[in-house]
């Protein structure tokens, strides 16, 4: 999975030359191996690295209180979206709607690397959700709605149908 | 401007206020309570919470420390930020989980054992640095990170960690700290584990979910082997396999001789197992060794080689009607048919090596002073009631009847074969009076119902404790699925009052004048033998059983044991206010299945123990076909053709050929001197993944998965064995230098592949072992070295080590040997025996007496259709005899059918009504009734 959406990021990056992965551990942990440098492991790690391998760097967030934010949801997606449970995901989506509810992308105004691993992540979420339910957290629909049609970003994902009219008037977000 | 918002005994605001210390940023410091709700758009209160000039919120430690750090001019560098993100995903929920074991349920020691796997990897990569920190020669954030994670649990001396001399080095440096020291101070009053303020903050977080490789659980018992030749192995992996391996073996001390009597030790963790007690009129069957005793033995082997202080007791449980009733038949006293059958046990379990540390039996004087001490201390605290108890008398055989002397229809399920305290197909428990159609086993009359005064222990009042207890118990220790889902089911049911007084003879009397004439009953009496054996073992048996602060008990079973371990006997001993230490680990099997199940009177079909050394077949090679389908997870099936096949393929093709070529190699090409050895890369890759079959090996073992983990074994010589026909030693040693040099390094690596394997098989294959380590001439202290920590594989056959004779370890088991086998024991003779045994004494009797009575009623010209009742009567009777006899005389019932029953088969009709009323509980019942004949420790009235 991990390993999926690495090759993935290498593509929305445009890097030419694909690099090689394994992984460690049960939880099949990505590892890459650098000709310049020792391995590097995690994904959060991996995929930062990409970035400025890429010279995106504008993509790890352009302050230091921006790049705090990216990371902080960097994290969030491996610690918390990464193995939760059904009982977690309720809270999961609460919350980003919540925070989503005055930002266009996780970081504020920019699109950031944040976006498109919590994209990532995220997805068998999203895919699952009943349109009421996607009504529901309506702050997180437009989100993920906006990264999927982001150039270059959905790659191997399918794409989650979203409607803009809303079906459920009665809900409240 | 910034605020950064902390609370006390919060290990997280520790990682910040260390940081902020060591930065000298500047910022606003305020302490709140831990309920306090910083960040707004999170729905739990998440602290600590920097809140940034630009008026968001950072509500992950890491990301401020890291904030904090490039503020004052560090960036990140990529191995900072791998650091970090290995802390939040890997360290954190491992932290977690033991701090929750240290700190809420005071298991320090499994606290430990918890974070050995992150500590070693931490251990490896700071073994592989030059530099004092992890990062660089100077602190980094990352450093300070992951010392404030590991500071409450590390900072704890009482606390043993094992060998991580790196880890406790780099540990101290970053604590000496002026920024780390003054934080923890700040936080956790310098305290670590002990600090009131981190107890508080610990019991408002929700309990961590547990971590273990689950994906193997759900592997089906007999399917077929999957080799993991093809998983891949990182570099980190394979460098820390090499470091590993050239370690070599340590100067641990060999794992001591066990000194009589073993007593719990303190700093040790204490480890004491008990297998259900057999009951002794009956030798035991393959089902009941595989349930008990011999998974038992497998994990208290498993514990003393791990160097934990285990002493494993189990003995016969030799009270109640069954023996008076056996006594009764042979012409024996009650006391000579259990001196009888005790040996027999004893010489059964002897033979399949099951290694007690005593086994001893319930009819001693320990018992009585025991069960009656229990007895007055419930007494004392009214947790016993009296009330007048109706039960069946059988006139004609002239007493009371105890429960499995009736039989009758289930009130609940309407099966007609329900025992008096169970019925079969439903489980639930049954008093006998509500039996429809009661029917005494002995002479088919119908038994009247009498008045009798009883004691019964108060289970609705202990309820509340015991639900408290329990869901400690099963929430820190390894209860087995089932365990659990049986005793959550009882508890569903509610609680009611339960007799613990018999109307017998043959038990341990009750002390109370008012029922002087009476015993215990059984299910009250018979767990007590664990404390009263252990009491024969050792005057100092107290130590043992009124110390739950040291000792964890280990309980192994089969399934349907399960509520008198985990519900009645846990409140016996709680309402008795001693003390006594409970079970911490409810290891319940399910099922072992009998490939033939052509009879249809279920209980008892298949091979006994005793029969099994007739075979011919080694002790070691039925352990490990009995460990190989240990009913866990899931009923297994014993069949004599697969046991055939496993024997070839794993054991003799598998296992045996590895270990034997490795050991041929050495002797044939290399005069029995293991050659020096050059690792190439394709080696180090082995090292690697048989490093990881280990570690596999282990945890399983830990958790008591004890199937699984004998998969691990065979995973690691079908390794061997494709590394060996890969690189083909035996043509490289004719060929130059260069192949001479690869064929002793694929010999060298592949002895001590060997050698590892006999220190894994030790539990499961005692002799085979031993046998494996005289051909090898192993050094003693291997097993310290390999099991230590969650694994080691050393290279522990250096260069220039002698091995000694190496010869096969295993037979063919040939196509008509196990034909012979399926004859003599499957077919004909087991049904005689079953039939001798358990069947035909209840069936025989009533022949002659309804024969008369078809007799007497013909004599008498009575109507038709009257003799014609009672003729269909002799005639169900006599079907029932052949059946049980194994001569099926029904042509037109159809081949294959199990369930020889006629239609409709009352366990369908129940099932039916059952799923109507609660799907859950159908479910857990379909287990129960899908096979007839079946072998599993029963539950003796």
């Known amino acids: 999975m991990a390993l999926k959406e690495l090759s993935s990021l290498e593509k929305a990056l445009g890097l030419k030359k694909p690099n090689k992965y394994s992984t460690q551990g049960d939880k099949k942990v990505p590892v890459l191996q650098r000709s310049n440098g020792p391995a590097l492991s995690g994904l959060v790690t991996i995929a930062t690295y990409l970035v400025r391998e890429a010279n995106r760097a504008e993509l790890l967030g352009e302050s230091a209180e921006h790049r705090a934010i990216v990371q902080q949801w960097l994290e969030y997606r491996v610690t918390k979206v990464d193995g939760c449970q059904k009982e977690d995901i309720k809270t999961i989506l609460k919350d980003l709607n919540t925070y989503l509810e005055d930002k266009v992308y996780l970081a504020g105004n920019q699109f950031t690397l944040a976006d498109t691993l919590m994209y990532y992540g995220i997805h068998h979420i999203i895919v699952d959700l009943a349109v009421q339910e996607k009504e529901k957290y309506v702050n997180v629909t437009r989100w993920f709605d906006h990264v999927q049609h982001y150039p270059g970003i959905r790659n191997h994902l399918p794409p989650v149908v979203v409607l803009k009219n809303r079906v459920y008037t009665g809900s409240h977000h | ?941």
Request: net charge neutral; charged share 20%; aromatic share 8%.
């Open chain 2, 1 to 941: 401007h910034m605020k950064l918002f902390v609370s006390e005994g919060n290990p997280h605001c520790l990682k910040v206020l260390a940081v902020l210390k060591l930065t000298g940023v500047k910022c606003d410091v305020q302490h709140v309570n831990h309920e306090e709700k910083v960040v707004p758009h999170l729905s739990r209160p998440t602290l600590p919470a920097l809140l940034l000039p630009s008026g968001m919120h950072l509500f992950s430690a890491n990301s401020i420390c890291r904030y904090l750090g490039e503020v004052s001019g560090q960036p990140s560098s990529d191995l900072n930020n791998q650091w970090l993100e290995w802390e939040a995903s890997e360290l954190q929920p491992a932290v977690a989980q033991a701090l929750h074991l240290a700190v809420l349920q005071g298991k320090g020691s499994e606290a430990s054992s918890a974070l050995q796997g992150q500590l070693s990897y931490l251990e490896q990569s700071l073994c592989k640095k030059t530099t004092p920190f992890l990062t660089a020669e100077i602190v980094s954030v990352a450093d300070v990170v992951l010392w404030a994670a590991l500071y409450p649990i590390l900072s704890d001396h009482g606390l043993v960690l094992g060998d991580q001399g790196k880890v406790q080095n780099w540990f101290e440096r970053v604590g000496m700290l002026a920024a780390c020291e003054s934080a923890a101070q700040e936080v956790l009053q310098g305290k670590g584990l002990k600090s009131e303020a981190l107890k508080a903050y610990m019991q408002k977080q929700p309990a961590p979910p547990h971590s273990q490789a689950q994906k193997r659980d759900n592997q089906p018992c007999n399917s077929p082997e999957v080799a993991d030749g093809d998983r891949v192995m990182s570099e980190e992996e394979i460098l820390s396999a090499t470091v590993t391996w050239a370690k070599g073996l340590a100067d641990r001390p060999m794992i001591s001789d066990r000194q009589h009597p073993i007593l719990p030790k303190e700093g040790k963790r204490n480890i004491l197992v008990t297998s259900a007690l057999p009951y002794v009129n009956n030798v035991p069957h393959l089902g009941n060794i595989i349930g008990c005793v011999l998974s038992a033995d497998v994990y208290a082997r498993y514990g003393r080689l791990r160097g934990w202080n285990v002493l494993y007791v189990c003995g016969t449980d030799e009270y109640g009607t069954a023996t008076e009733n056996k006594a009764r038949e042979e012409g024996l006293t009650p006391q000579q048919i259990c001196d009888k059958y005790h040996t027999v046990h004893a010489s059964i379990y002897q033979w399949f090596q099951v290694d007690f540390d005593y086994f001893g039996r319930t009819t001693t004087e320990k018992q009585t002073q025991i069960a009656q001490n229990i007895f007055w201390r419930l007494h004392e605290r009214g947790f016993l009631l009296e009330d007048t108890v109706e039960q069946l008398r059988c006139e004609m055989c002239q007493r009371f009847l105890a429960d499995r002397f009736v039989e009758g229809t289930c009130p609940f399920c309407a099966y007609p074969e329900a025992r008096g305290d169970q019925c079969d197909k439903c489980g639930k428990l049954i008093n006998a009076v509500e039996l429809q159609e009661p029917k005494c086993k002995v002479c088919n009359q119908t038994p009247v119902v009498r008045s009798s005064k009883h004691l019964f222990l108060d289970l609705p009042k202990l309820e509340a404790p015991l639900e408290q207890w329990l869901e400690k118990s099963m929430g820190s220790g390894d209860w087995t699925a089932n365990a659990k889902q049986i005793t959550r089911s009882w508890l569903r049911d509610g609680l009611k009052p339960r007799c613990i007084t018999r109307d017998l003879k043959w038990g341990t009397p009750v002390p109370h004048p008012d029922f002087s004439d009476k015993v215990f009953y059984v299910w009250f009496d018979a767990p007590i033998g664990y404390l009263s054996i252990t009491a024969n073992y050792t005057d100092q048996w107290e130590k043992w059983w009124k110390n739950p602060e040291q000792v964890e008990l280990y309980n192994f079973m089969a399934k349907d044991n399960v509520p008198f371990h985990s519900v009645v006997f846990p409140c016996s001993l709680l309402g008795a206010q001693d003390n006594y230490s409970l079970v911490n680990h409810l290891v319940a099997t399910e099922y072992l299945n009998y490939e033939d199940t052509k009879f249809s009177k279920s209980r008892g079909v298949g091979v006994f123990g005793d029969m099994a050394k007739d075979t011919g077949i080694p002790s070691d090679v039925w352990r490990f076909y009995l460990l190989y389908l240990r009913p866990e997870g899931q009923d297994s099936a014993f069949s004599w053709a697969d046991m055939a096949i496993k024997n070839n393929s794993e054991l003799l093709n598998n296992l045996g050929n590895f270990i034997n070529r490795a050991g041929m190699f050495v002797s044939k090409f290399f005069e029995n001197c293991v050659p020096a050895m050059d690792l190439q890369p394709e080696d180090k890759r082995l090292l690697a993944l048989v490093g990881w079959e280990l570690k596999q090996y282990i945890s399983l073992m830990d958790k008591v998965k004890i199937r699984d983990s004998l998969k691990c074994i065979l995973n690691i010589s079908r390794l061997g064995n494709q590394y060996i026909q890969v690189n083909e030693p035996w043509k490289k040693i004719k060929g130059g230098d260069t192949d001479r040099q690869r064929a002793g390094t694929v010999t060298g690596v592949s002895v001590n592949i060997a050698c590892l394997l006999s220190v894994m098989l030790l539990p499961y294959m005692p002799t085979v072992c031993q046998t494996i380590r005289e051909q090898l001439n192993a050094p003693p202290t291997v097993t310290a070295t390999m099991l230590q920590g969650t694994g080691n594989f050393v290279c522990c056959l250096p260069a220039g080590h002698h091995i000694g004779v190496v010869s096969p370890l295993f037979q063919k088991l040939e196509a008509d040997q196990i034909e012979d086998l399926k004859k003599r024991f499957g077919g004909q003779q087991v049904s005689t025996m079953v039939v001798r045994i358990y069947s035909t004494w209840p069936l025989i009797r009533p022949f002659p007496h309804q024969g008369e009575k078809v007799r007497a009623l013909k004599g008498q010209k009575a109507e038709k259709a009257v003799i014609a009742v009672e003729v269909d009567k002799l005639l169900d009777l006599k079907k029932q005899l052949a059946l049980a006899e194994g001569k099926n005389q029904e042509p037109d019932q159809t081949k294959g059918t199990k369930n020889t029953q006629h239609a409709p088969s009352p366990a369908t009709t129940a099932q039916a009504v059952i799923n109507k009323a609660d799907p859950e509980r159908a479910k857990e019942l379909t287990l129960a009734v899908a096979e007839q004949v079946r072998w599993g420790a029963e539950a003796e009235n």
